[in-house]
């Protein structure tokens, strides 16, 4: 499974951004409570990879849209 890219990010909504990150960060914790509980179907150590660096991922975009906003809004002044 490749990493996922950066584009497909950019091409949410805010609304489905949040929502993403919401997703992202509820499947980390869940594959860290399955690796901490010892359940069957244990995480493999790549799903971690790819989790965090969309994690990563979404909150730069998020943080690209707001430094967006701000600058528009100080150029409209």
Not at 43 to 65: N, S
């Amino acid at each position: 499974m490749p990493l996922p890219k950066i584009a497909d990010a950019r091409a949410l909504s805010d609304e489905e951004l949040a929502q993403e990150i919401v997703n992202a960060k509820r499947e980390l914790f869940n594959l860290r409570f399955k690796q901490g509980t010892r359940q069957e179907g244990e995480a493999k150590p790549h799903e971690f990879k790819h989790l965090k660096h969309r994690i990563a991922q979404l909150l730069t975009v998020e943080r690209e849209r707001e430094l967006a906003k701000a600058k528009e809004g100080t150029n409209e002044e």
